[in-house]
């Protein structure tokens, strides 16, 4: 007995995840017998149950039909059953029902992608003396410049007044505005791949790609893998679409740092989620580098202009993040997240002016430090170098080409309770980031030829947060404070720090039901656009939007 | 005696091995929980949405993501009903067993006939879903169905128990056999209940309680004053029950109730979250004894 209880040990202990049940066959015959009498028993009991079922039907039936013949008793929509009990194999249900053993329901047509848009439009007025509020809170100063002059990145537009190196982005103006009109489809292309496409169109009818990629769906581990045109996965807020923002227009970091699309880029993204008991993504992706702002480059005629050598091959942008998602309970999420940018090639071109008196040329001198205007913009049509005013004055354009690399660094931040109140009462968003980019560049070409080879580092960062709170069922409002330049300097061979823009914006929104939304937005503005040495320039302002959100077609996904 | 003891044995061994063994299961709401827990009660279950929220409302939060990473099996009511966040949701996992038409994907309105078929796919009418009437969780003998199907679909994910999971299945209809016939006495003469929203219609189409109407005009639009004086002036004078889930706003059904001398009464659409095949069972009895109330 002794040996047979080790022998039995021995065997347990080997063969324990495989087969805890080592039983011997009159076990298992035992078993079997016991399951087979079971077995029968239920059949029977289940065949008492469909048959009193049936019954019940009937009754039911007769009840209704009783119950239809009194108007009042009428429901609203009388339920109707397409398939009864009794005819379930007979009938073909309605909607798309995959005959497999592994069957969904749903409504989409069987191989059709799943089709929506969404329609945004607003109604705008802000109290700048030119109406262009809209357009520069994207275009606060910065140490280093904003937007590059990627012309080959043109929008078609450029009469509508926003004009500003080639980009006509959909800006607002003073009174009616159509943003655009988002089309989407998405389906699953085969077992491996799903796949998407976001094309907008803006109210001046110009196209433009979003995002279109595929990404896969049974890599092994955790794995995905997307490829094509897409937003890329670093921060928070850059993945989203617009409608999908608390807010009509974009935060003060983002927008000035990466750009009115953000990183919007062509390339590869690997994200892994281990099974950890903690929700952990970790993600890298390779880009192109097609930016407007972060690793901007400038097109061929300005290279060669500035001496700043060919836009690299590519990918010249490469991103990681991770993201930390903590348990915090089933009706709050708390993530967690940091992301890393890194573009091999930037981009930039510095202009400023010099005021020159013909009888004191000598005066120039005083202008001896490099200004870094940012009404650059504004000088991008100024293609000769020497305006005559015609009074005695002549304006010199002096430009400056920079070349390097930048790193780009991100947190942040995102807490949501979902409340148990009707329709979004009681929701409460938390969302913060904060963006940090610095850009090593060399001076290339300048005016002054002592300054070229001298090393300029720009640094600029950007902090938002913002919170929403559903104060009655379907109606939600939102605070957002932002701010661009905590730190705005430029180190290296010259050193300077500049002021820092900011806003606060205050917005209710209407949900009138899932699928269409209003939203009335107040912000006030103050906004730097330029400083020198004569001192800060900026514009302050009141900007209110009223906005329509209108999605048609198939249910929109509520991503974290 | 030798016998005994490689039993007891066997039985530790299995008890030691059960964490590795049993299936990770997840499910939407606490009724596919319930029903998961009658099937398979050793399986690591999680439950991603507790019965006081709307499951068509929900967001893809990164718990739930976690959740469903690691799944074997993923439990649905199906039919769109979390369509606004579980596709993002398991799509984000990175787990293809629990993707739709897998084996691990279960959708409990695919197992049974469903009501509000068809109709016009028209969002003047609200959120409307041709494909059916999602709500499927509320009828008991729908549930004994879908309970043999869960039981057939984790009899192939994990063979070594095939025999438990259709016993376990057979043993929750064979219960909910026995209690119907004790729901029809009660619900014989009720005189009909007006829901919120078309969500508790299977519970009232099986046991034949006439829906006297919805508080919503169409499906995802609260009512307005004017709704609700309508609905009062077509009620009066006859007898019924107010009923809707906490995450619905109690103000109209209250409004309506005090106008048509109505009881209203606050139901969840599903059974507290760690409710098994009993805790379902008993669900059904909270429901039926407020619809017989009136």
Redesign the interface.
Known sequence: ?NQ??TR??LL??LL??A?????DDADIDA?RAE?AA??SQ?ES??Q??ES??HD?EQ???A??RA?NADA??L???A???????GQ?SAQV??????A????????GAAFNPQISVILDGNYYQDDTKDGNGAALVGEAFQAGGGHGHDHGHDHGGGDDGHDHGGHAHAVAENGFNFREAEISFSATVD?YF?AATYISIDGDGNVELEEAYF?T????Y???VKGGKFLSGFGYANSQHPHQWDFVDQNLPYLNLLGFHGLQDTGVQV?W?P?????T?LGAEALQGNQEVFGATLDATEQAELNLGDTDSGPRLFTAFA?I?P?IG??H?L?LGISYAHATQQQAVQEHTHAVHEHDHEHEAEHGAEHAHADEHAHAEHHDDVHDHGDGITEELHRAGLAGDADLWGIDLVY?Y?A??????GDITVQTEYLRSSKDLTVRSSAHPERIGSNRTFTTDGLYAQATYGFL??WKAGLRYDVLGLTNKVSGGRSDSFGSSERWTADVTWSL???SQLRAQYAYNDILIGEDDHGEARERFSAFYLQFLMSLGS?????? | ??RR???M??GA??L??AP??ALDVVATSPSMGALVRAVAPDAQLTV???P??DLH???????M??AL??ADLLVAV???LE???L??AS??????RI?????G???A???V???????P?D?AM??V??????HVDLDP?RM?QVAEALGA?MARLDA?NA?RY??NA??F??A??QR??QW?AELANAP?AVLYH?DA?YL?????V?????LE?VP???PSGRDLRALAG??GG?EGVIIHA????PKGPRKLGQALGWPVETLPLSPPEDADGDGYLRHIDRWVSALGKA
Do not use: C
Not at chain 1, 19 to 23: E, F, Y
Not at chain 1, 100 to 107: H, K
């Open positions: 007995m047979s209880l039995g040990a347990g202990a324990t995840p087969t805890a049940v080592t039983a078993l399951l079971m077995r239920y009991r289940i008492a149950l009193r079922l019940t009754a039911a039936e009840a209704r119950a009042l008793s429901p609203m929509t339920p109707r059953v397409l398939r009864s009990q379930a249900p309605a909607g798309s029902r995959s497999g053993l592994f069957d969904a329901v749903t409504a077992p799903d990404q769906r049974s890599l092994p955790g794995l995905r994200t989620l099974e950890l008991p903690i929700y993504l993201k998602a348990e089933r009706n999420a993530q949501k979902d148990p109140g009707a329709d979004g009462r069922p379907k039901s899932e699928f249910h929109g996904a509520h991503e974290f | 005696m030798k003891l490689t039993r044995l066997a061994m299995a030691l091995a590795v063994l991603l949405a507790g006081d929220r409302s929900l967001q893809a939060k990164p718990s993501i976690r990473r690691g199906g039919a769109e369509m606004g966040w596709p993002a799509a984000s996992a990175a787990n293809a993707l739709p038409g897998r084996e994907y279960f959708e309105a695919a197992q006939p469903l009501l509000d078929v068809g109709g796919a969002r609200g959120d879903h041709p494909a059916g009437n999602p003998v004994a679909r070594a025999a259709r016993a057979e043993r209809g064979a909910v056999g119907l016939p029809q009909g078309r219609v009232l189409d099986r046991f034949g006439p829906l006297l109407g919805t005009p995802g639009v609260p077509k009620l006859r906490p995450y619905q706003s």
